[in-house]
């Protein structure tokens, strides 16, 4: 038994010594864009962090002991971030990001190989937290909300909803055998769930389209996050090469396709860091991570797609096809909890019949409306 | 038991858990990939010997939501590309008893494979958009069906992204986001 002690203890000290007694080598680097100051920490392996806010400072918590060769780095040329203190706490690092006036973390992602953790700054739009401002200061107004700044920055109970009816005007959407249109089912669908919701609840109902009319899918995003709402709904009619395929089933945006997002951001950073010549452009830049505005809202759209499926088989009596994730463009830059609706199949003759009547439609409308009084309940109790 | 053999044997312990937990992850089981097969054969008067590959194409059925399979086997050309090319005439052409999820008239206008990205591109013709049977199924049982079985039949290829025209498209038929690559889900195999 002794001797298995010993081998384990030197096996372990093998292993594990080296890299519990070498230190991070870590390197901090920023660089500002038209509306936020990203600040990147890059290591020469994976390292866990914590994060506290105070008053004019940030301050992350690593896990482990970094080799920083400065105490202080200045932040250069960003209108948000002063200066980055260093500090060693027994094994560990601490470090201090210093604001120059009221800024705030609008995201934070970690990247792969190398590893990466990113913070994105943006002001913030309430400076309380700040000392009172002085004449010499005058306190100013924060800036309009950009595109990539649309989501709140701390979540308010729900209030307005967005109801986006699919298709529209010359994109008639799927069309059955009878030649049923899919814009014209998701378009009463949409109305009668709007006055369900107004009638119900009293909270504010926007919609995409409320006519026969063509509205592009990055439109129908920015009138969403333009409006501030807190929910997208987005309704449609399916269709499927095999004709048997009936039922219905709710997406939500999937994570592998954000991921790749993230791969391309960290190269395009990468690029530019290594070749002073090439530069991001705002504009792209802001286009990616306007791409990616759905990923911070991923866990509750995928609670709100689980309430409205579990109403929609309960009321429908049809094929639960499930809760299903995949790259909708509409949901992707959407930055609210947001969801796909597939209520039945157009293509699907028994289906396709159904959607021509009112009651079939009423029902659908009032699978989404309890589906989302549900999460309206669960979210605005996680926010008490 | 002292205390300090106590505190090596439950450090032991805990470092056994970890190599045990590092080994189960670097031999989980990794996503299945078929292996095409080499077949030499002889033509009519055994002089000359051609190369055939066999691949496992997957198709679907109106009796089933999964991708069915079925083997046939092509001629291996010099060029890869042409393999690949070999192999998506194939699957554009169908096969009897089963559905081919992609609309009448639709053909490959060039195809080529970025080695450095582990991607295949695909750039079709303007028939893909225009007689698109529109519907988030229709689109994801097309994009599904090129992509998994490229990527089920050839190791090299790790993503798929699709062309219409020669030029990227934001969508198929107005839902899911064409302008991005796609991975493997054989999810939609059946036997997988």
């Known amino acids: 038994m002794k001797k298995f002690i010993r081998t384990s203890t030197l096996f ?342 159904k959607l021509k009547s009112e009651e079939f439609l009423d029902k659908i409308a009032f699978a989404i409306y309890n589906g989302i009084s549900k999460f309206i309940y669960y979210y605005n109790n996680i926010l008490k | 038991m002292t205390k300090k053999s106590r505190t090596v044997l439950l450090i032991s312990l805990a470092v056994f858990f970890v190599i045990l937990l590092l080994a189960l992850l670097f031999f989980r089981k990794k996503p299945a990939r078929f292996e095409p097969e080499l077949l030499n054969k002889a033509d009519v008067s055994g002089a000359t010997l051609t190369e055939f590959v066999k691949v496992k194409l997957f198709y679907f059925s109106e009796t089933s939501i999964y991708l069915q399979p079925v083997y046939r086997e092509i001629e291996v050309p010099e060029i890869r590309e042409e393999l690949y090319n070999k192999f998506i005439a194939l699957l554009l052409a169908g096969d009897s008893g089963h559905i081919t999820p992609v609309p009448e008239g639709v053909a490959l206008r060039s195809l080529y494979y970025l080695k450095n990205k582990e991607m295949l591109v695909l750039d079709f013709n303007d028939r893909l958009s225009l007689s698109f049977p529109v519907g988030t199924t229709a689109e994801l049982e097309f994009i599904y069906f090129m992509v998994d079985n490229l990527c089920y039949n050839f190791r090299e290829i790790k993503k798929v992204k699709f062309l219409i025209g020669g030029n990227e498209s934001k969508t198929l038929a107005g839902h899911i986001d064409l302008e991005r690559p796609f991975y493997p889900n054989f999810n939609w195999l059946k036997n997988e």
């Open chain 1, 12 to 353: 372990i000290s093998i292993l594990v010594l080296p890299h519990l007694l070498t230190s991070l080598a870590i390197d901090i680097r920023s660089f500002d864009h038209q509306g936020f100051t990203r600040i990147v920490f890059e290591a020469d392996r994976s390292f866990t962090y914590t994060i506290q806010n105070r008053p004019g400072q940030m301050q992350v918590h690593l896990s482990d002991r970094a080799d920083f060769r400065e105490r202080t780095l200045a932040v250069q040329n960003s209108p948000l971030l002063d200066r980055v203190i260093h500090e060693i706490r027994g094994n560990k690092s601490i470090f201090t990001i210093f604001f120059k006036s009221d800024a705030t973390v609008q995201k934070s992602f970690v990247l792969e190989k190398p590893f990466r953790v990113v913070f994105d700054f943006v002001k913030s739009e309430k400076p309380a937290a700040l000392p009172a401002s002085t004449p010499e200061n005058p306190e100013k107004k924060p800036d309009p909300p950009q595109e990539t700044q649309s989501a709140p920055s701390k979540p308010k109970p729900i209030e307005t909803i967005c109801i986006d009816p699919g298709h529209g005007g010359e994109d008639l959407g799927a069309i059955g055998k009878s030649k049923l249109q899919e814009k014209d089912v998701t378009l009463r669908i949409s109305h009668k769930l709007k006055k369900l919701i107004e009638s119900r609840t009293g909270l504010r109902v926007i919609m995409t389209r409320d006519k026969d009319s063509e509205v592009s899918l990055n439109t129908r995003a920015s009138i969403a996050n333009n409006q501030l709402a807190q929910m997208f709904i987005s309704i449609h009619a399916n269709s499927s090469f095999r004709k048997s395929a009936y039922g219905s089933e709710t997406y939500f945006v999937s994570l592998k396709a954000t991921d790749q997002e993230s791969l391309e951001l960290a190269q395009k950073e990468n690029r530019n860091l290594e070749d002073p010549g090439e530069t991001i452009k705002n504009d792209e830049l802001k286009m990616i991570l306007w791409n990616m505005a759905q990923t911070e809202y991923i866990r509750e759209s995928s609670k709100l797609a689980e309430y409205i499926q579990n109403e929609l088989n309960e009321l429908l009596d049809t094929r639960n096809r499930g809760v299903k994730q995949a790259p909708f463009r509409v949901l992707m830059r959407t930055a609210m909890p947001a969801v796909l609706i597939e209520t039945a199949f157009i293509s699907n003759s028994r289906e396709e019949k």
